[in-house]
C-alpha cells in the first residue's frame, strides 16, 4: 500500500480520488510527444490541450484497461464542493500497448482550471475482461459531478493498478510567453 512519501498521498489523490493502493502496471502519459506526466509537476494547459499518448507497460495483449482522467478541484481546490469533473475515458485497452487501441467512450477535454491550481489525475484499472465496463454510448456519464469511486465500483474495476498526475493553472498572458 502507499506509504506517506508516496506522490499520490502528498497530493492528496489518494484520499480525495481514490482508495490506497499498490501499483502493479507502469503507465505512461505524454502530451505532444516530449512533456511526460510526472506526480504533482505543474503543465500549463496551453501544453495539454491535445490528447495524450498513454502507454501502458504491463499485463499481456489478453489483459484489458481502462483510463479516466479526472479533474478532484473542481471549481477551485480551496472549495471543491462540485468534487470531480471527468474530462476522459477510454475502455479494452489491450495490455502492453496505449489508449489509441482502446475503445474511447468520453471524449478527451483540455483542461480549463480558472481558480488555483488544480489536480488533473490518470487512473488506470484493470478490467475482468473485454467489453465488460457497459456504457451506452448514446448517454455517457455526466462530466460534473463525475464519481471516480462510483464507477470503479459499478463496473467492478477494484482499484486501480497505475495513477499519475499532474497539475495546472490558469495561464495569464504573461506565463504564455
Not at 18 to 38: A, G, W
Not at 132 to 147: E, H, K, Q, S, Y
Not at 151 to 169: C, I, M, S, T, W
Request: one cysteine or more; a neutral charge.
Amino acid at each position: 500500500m502507499a506509504s506517506m512519501s508516496d506522490p499520490l498521498v502528498v497530493g492528496r489523490v489518494i484520499g480525495d480520488v481514490v482508495e490506497s493502493f499498490s501499483p502493479t502496471v507502469r503507465m505512461t502519459v505524454t502530451y505532444n510527444c516530449n512533456k511526460q506526466v510526472y506526480n504533482g509537476h505543474e503543465l500549463f494547459p496551453s501544453a495539454v490541450s491535445m490528447k495524450p499518448t498513454v502507454e501502458v507497460h504491463g499485463g499481456d495483449m489478453r489483459s484489458f484497461f481502462t483510463l479516466i482522467m479526472t479533474d478532484p478541484d473542481v471549481p477551485g481546490p480551496s472549495d471543491p464542493y462540485l468534487r470531480e469533473h471527468l474530462h476522459w475515458i477510454v475502455t479494452d485497452i489491450p495490455g502492453t500497448t496505449n489508449a489509441t487501441f482502446g475503445r474511447e467512450v468520453v471524449n478527451y477535454e483540455m483542461p480549463r482550471p480558472n481558480i488555483g491550481i488544480h489536480r488533473f489525475v490518470f487512473l488506470l484499472y484493470k478490467q475482468k475482461g473485454r467489453q465488460t465496463v457497459l456504457m451506452n454510448p448514446n448517454i455517457p456519464p455526466a462530466r460534473d459531478r463525475f464519481n471516480t469511486r462510483n464507477f470503479a465500483e459499478e463496473n467492478e474495476l477494484g482499484l486501480p493498478v497505475a495513477a499519475v498526475f499532474f497539475n495546472a493553472q490558469r495561464e495569464t498572458a504573461a506565463r504564455r510567453r
